[in-house]
């Protein structure tokens, strides 16, 4: 996809700062912060005329990567989250030869400090281009690089749906896209699955990219006229302000299960990054909050939701509760879904829907109410929504159902313990054999979740196959041997340990009889296998396709 940009007309921050709407952007805060930086400030001459100078500089584009870096632009240096102050200062001195200036998360003068040879430390006192130290810069680097955007060549941008949550959030993205798109709406996507419009997605590196990539997103599908853009906003990129300034009108909460432990510290801290899409200091342009009651965290949002003022609706699958959305019956198929959802906007406005979803799985009644539920946010009417559904189409790699003369082999991204065990009691009622899991788990990453893993396959299935999944720098071998930590003699028996991914896919295809039911978890939509830093061609879907037709199964 080819990003838009303003043409090379250049811009002062003060210009951008007096342009932007003051209601709604921080930017009048820069200003501030940068008066304020000239304490800090590593330029020997006369500080405070500097800063006056630099708010002043004309410069082309901000910049985050110092190797994408042109002559005229600003370079946003930011702490490294790994606290690598050697190589902050490396991008700091690279940046410096060519940059109008700097606008630097990290005080300078605490990287001057640090530096023990006296010439390192005069060649960084004596850079070619001012650095302005602001703290707080990721408080509005989204409005700053989104009025950088808008500074030349004005657009309409989205609303944004956001979607946050352990399991679901690829899926319910997609949903909401679909759904508002068959009601009329243009949209568009931006998470895990890919980015840009519906049928054109482009593979993404990260779920939520970082503040400039995903502004320029928001832009680039403002020119293109889409009217919603929904994405996954990540635990990670919401710790880091990635979103910073995005228009996130509805927030949609799924889950939250053991992942991510080897960034956050614990749970709690989990929750707490996932709170904040919920909270209007951090996106103002809040107005409802869909948030999944069957969950322990639940409350978390809830309050944090409350404490903001927004219209709060809930969703579940248990009957027995009171949510804004419930599911009160659910016939489940390998075809899909019969729901009949129950609707309740209190003052008495209570409704009731038949829904026949074509997704694959109980938990996916679960990413439709949200999705349905973010929709009517929207404007759209229920009963308008229900006559759409029947053409959904559900998220590539998960519950993918791959094409077989017999049996029932089905791609599945569920790589966590809960989101696995989710899947393998979805497909449990259906499986007139045996059910089988086949999955491994991403090296490099939480290896306490290892055995919990292991034990979801072999709670939910009858036969377990363990194989590798992205083992990047880790031996599979001993990624293998920590999954199978705490297994009994009984589990062993049910066990089948091939640590090459499409050897595992190959057992599996040989073994299954015509009335078993394989799913193949973990990598989902994913095309790659990472192994040693090299992503290597491998696609679930793929494979498993070209296996079963060597076999004579498809």
């Known amino acids: 996809m080819t990003i838009l940009s303003p043409n090379n007309t250049t811009v002062t921050l003060q210009q951008l700062i007096q342009s932007s709407d003051s209601g709604k952007h921080g930017l009048q805060q820069l200003s501030m912060a940068i ?54 200062r490396d991008y700091l001195y690279q940046a410096a030869q060519n940059a109008a200036f700097v606008l630097s998360e990290i005080d300078p003068v605490i990287l001057l400090a640090m530096i023990d040879d006296p010439s390192e430390q005069q060649s960084l006192a004596a850079l070619p281009c001012p650095v302005l130290y602001v703290s707080n810069i990721r408080d509005f680097l989204g409005d700053l690089i989104q009025a950088r955007l808008q500074y030349q060549q004005p657009v309409d941008l989205p609303d944004v749906v956001a979607v946050t949550g352990t ?44 503040a400039l990539a995903v502004q320029q997103f928001l832009y680039q599908m403002g020119s293109e006229n889409a009217e919603i853009l929904a994405l996954e906003a990540s635990s990670h990129g919401l710790d880091q302000q990635r979103l910073q300034g995005m228009p996130v009108s509805v927030a949609i ?28 200091r951090h996106f103002p342009d809040l107005t409802h909050a869909i948030i999944n009651i069957d969950d322990e965290y639940a409350q978390v949002m809830i309050d944090t939701a409350n404490a903001s003022g927004l219209t709060v609706w809930t969703y579940s699958l248990d009957p027995s509760k009171t949510a804004t959305f419930v599911a009160t019956e659910i016939k489940p198929s390998l075809q899909g879904v019969e729901v009949c959802l129950c609707a309740d906007f209190g003052d008495e406005h209570q409704s009731r829907t038949d829904i026949i979803s074509p997704l694959l799985g109980r938990f996916n009644v679960a990413n439709l109410l949200a999705a349905i539920g973010a929709v009517v946010a929207l404007g759209t009417d229920l009963e308008r929504i229900a006559t759409v559904v029947p053409k959904l189409q559900g998220a590539v790699g998960r519950m993918q159902r791959v094409p077989s003369n017999d049996g029932c082999f089905i791609v599945d991204y569920a790589h966590t313990p809960d989101a ?48 590798a999944d992205n083992p990047r720098t880790e ?8 999954m199978q930590v705490g297994m009994s003699a009984e589990q062993y028996q049910r066990t089948h340990i091939e640590p090459a991914r499409q050897a595992a896919i190959e057992y599996a295809v040989c073994h299954a009889a015509a009335d078993d039911i394989v799913v193949i978890a973990g990598k989902g939509h994913e095309t790659y296998q990472e192994i040693n830093h090299i992503r290597y061609d491998f696609d679930d879907s793929v494979v498993l396709r070209q296996t079963l037709e060597q076999a004579g199964r498809a």
């Open 420 to 467: 696995l065990s989710q899947v393998l009691a979805s497909l449990k009622t259906h499986c007139k054999g045996q059910l089988w899991a086949l999955f491994g788990c991403g090296g490099d990453r939480d290896a306490g979740k290892r055995p919990l893993m292991a034990q979801a396959g072999l709670s939910g299935a009858d036969q377990v196959i363990l194989t």
């Open 167 to 210: 399991n679901g959030k690829t899926t319910i993205s997609q949903l909401v896209a679909q759904l508002t798109q068959l009601t009329g709406m243009s949209s568009a996507v931006m998470g895990t699955a890919g980015n840009g419009r519906l049928g054109a997605l482009q593979q993404a590196s990260h779920t939520t990219g970082d």
């Open 35 to 88: 008066v304020a930086a000239s304490k800090a400030h590593i330029v020997i001459q006369d500080t405070s005329n500097h800063m006056d100078m630099a708010i002043n500089i004309p410069f082309q584009q901000f910049r985050l990567d110092s190797r994408q870096l042109e002559t005229g632009d600003v370079f946003v240096l930011l702490k490294s989250q790994t606290s690598n102050d050697q190589r902050s």
């Open 253 to 280: 909460y799924t889950n939250l299960s053991r992942d991510h432990l080897d960034y956050h510290a614990d749970m709690a801290e989990y929750a707490a990054a996932k709170a904040k899409l919920f909270d209007s």
């Open 475 to 482: 031996d599979p071998n001993v990624i293998l041997q920590d």
